[in-house]
C-alpha cells in the first residue's frame, strides 16, 4: 500500500480515564484505518500551528488517538473539550531519538551503561528518555540522567 501523506481534521480534546489519565484528540476511524493499513505509528502532529513527534495509540475497544500533554496543551492554547485543528504526517524519521545532551554526555563517559543501552529496543530507549527530559528543570535532569546509567 502506497505510504499516506497527510490528513487534516478537527478534534476536540479528550480526557481519557481509563489507565492512567492522559488529554488526548481522537483521530477520525477512516485516518486511523489508513495509517494503520500503511504501517505508519510515529507521526508528526501540527496542533494549532505547533508540530510535535507522536505516536498513533489505539483504545483497546477501538478508536485511535494522539496524546497531548500538558505543556503541548499550553503551547497550543488548549484545555479539556478545546477545539485543535490538527494535522498528521508520518515521521520520516520514526527511529531518531532526541537525545538529551546531559544523558548523551553520561553515555560518553560510562561504556557499560553505553553498551547496555544500544541493546534496548527503540520504544523503551523512547520511554526512558521521556524519563529524563520529563524534569522540568535542568538539575533533575542532570540527577535522573546520572541515576538512569547507574540502573541499565
Same mark, same amino acid.
Given at each position: 500500500?502506497?505510504?499516506? /501523506?497527510?490528513?487534516?481534521?478537527?478534534?476536540?480534546?479528550?480526557?481519557?480515564?481509563? @489507565?492512567?489519565?492522559?488529554?488526548?484528540?481522537?483521530?477520525? *476511524? *477512516?485516518?486511523?484505518?489508513? #495509517?494503520?493499513?500503511? @504501517?505508519?505509528?510515529?507521526? !508528526?502532529? /501540527?496542533?494549532?500551528?505547533?508540530?510535535?513527534?507522536?505516536?498513533? &495509540?489505539?483504545?483497546?475497544? @477501538? $478508536?485511535?488517538?494522539?496524546?497531548? $500533554?500538558?505543556? &503541548?496543551?499550553? /503551547?497550543? $492554547? !488548549?484545555?479539556?473539550? %478545546?477545539?485543535?485543528?490538527?494535522?498528521?504526517?508520518?515521521?520520516?524519521?520514526?527511529?531518531?531519538?532526541?537525545?538529551?545532551?546531559?544523558?548523551? #554526555?553520561?553515555?560518553? +563517559?560510562?561504556?557499560?551503561?553505553?553498551?547496555?543501552?544500544?541493546?534496548?529496543?527503540? $520504544?523503551? +530507549?523512547?520511554?526512558? #528518555?521521556?524519563?529524563?527530559? %520529563?524534569?522540568?528543570?535542568?538539575?533533575? &535532569?542532570?540527577?535522573?540522567?546520572?541515576? !538512569?546509567?547507574?540502573?541499565?
Amino acid at each position: 500500500m502506497a505510504r499516506p /501523506t497527510a490528513f487534516a481534521f478537527a478534534a476536540i480534546v479528550v480526557r481519557l480515564e481509563t @489507565g492512567m489519565r492522559y488529554h488526548a484528540l481522537p483521530v477520525p *476511524d *477512516d485516518v486511523a484505518a489508513k #495509517l494503520k493499513a500503511a @504501517g505508519t505509528r510515529r507521526l !508528526l502532529v /501540527t496542533v494549532n500551528d505547533h508540530t510535535f513527534k507522536r505516536a498513533l &495509540q489505539n483504545h483497546a475497544d @477501538g $478508536g485511535s488517538f494522539i496524546i497531548l $500533554g500538558r505543556e &503541548q496543551l499550553k /503551547t497550543c $492554547g !488548549l484545555k479539556l473539550r %478545546s477545539t485543535a485543528t490538527v494535522s498528521l504526517v508520518p515521521d520520516p524519521t520514526p527511529d531518531l531519538l532526541d537525545m538529551p545532551e546531559c544523558f548523551a #554526555l553520561v553515555l560518553d +563517559q560510562d561504556d557499560e551503561a553505553r553498551t547496555r543501552w544500544e541493546t534496548f529496543p527503540l $520504544g523503551r +530507549q523512547r520511554s526512558l #528518555l521521556h524519563y529524563i527530559t %520529563s524534569a522540568k528543570q535542568e538539575a533533575t &535532569q542532570i540527577k535522573r540522567a546520572w541515576e !538512569l546509567a547507574d540502573k541499565i
